[in-house]
C-alpha cells in the first residue's frame, strides 16, 4: 500500500498506477533494462577493443553507450516515454552492427591498423549486438503496450474500498 502524503490529503485523493504492480509489467522492466544494460557494455568492450581502429566514429559509439544507461536508467524509474526511444535506437544501433560486423573480419588483412582485442573477437561482438537489439525492440514494445503511464485518482475517503478490489484481475 502506497503511503498517502500530504500532497496527496491537500488533494483529496492519490495517485495509484495499477499497471505497474503486474507481474508481466515488472518483468518486461526488467528484460528492457538488461538488454539496454548488456548493448551498453557491448559496445564499451567493442569500443575498448577497437580503439585504434575506430578513427571517427568513437563519438557515435560513446554516445550510444551514454544514451543506452540514460535509457536503463529512465526505465528503471518506470518512464514509459523511453520505450518507443530505446526501440528506435534499437533499429539505428542493430543497422550500424549489421553494416559494421562483417567489416571487423576483413582486418585480418595486412595492411589495417591492429585493434586492441582480435578483429575476429570484435566481429563476433558487433554481430551478437544484432540479436539484442531484436530482442530490445520487442520488449520495449511490449513494455509499451502495456501502459505503464495509466494512473488513478482514488479518493481518500474511498481508500479502504479500493483495497477490496486490490485483488482483482487488471485490464490485460
Known sequence: MPTITEEDRERGY????????????????????LLLLATAVLMLAITIGGWAALSGAKPVQIAF????????WQ???WSRGTLPLAAAFA???????VVAGPGWFDRDKTGFTNPTFPSNIDGLLTLLVIPIQLLLI????RGFQQEWNVEVEIPLEDDGEHEQHRGAPLPA
Open 14 to 33: 492519490r495517485i495509484d498506477r495499477p499497471n505497474r504492480r503486474k507481474a508481466t509489467s515488472k518483468a518486461t522492466k526488467a528484460v528492457v533494462i
Open 65 to 72: 553507450i551514454v544514451i543506452y544507461l540514460i535509457m536503463a
Open 75 to 77: 526505465t528503471a524509474r
Open 91 to 97: 533499429i539505428i544501433l542493430g543497422i550500424f552492427a
Open 138 to 141: 520487442a520488449f520495449a514494445m
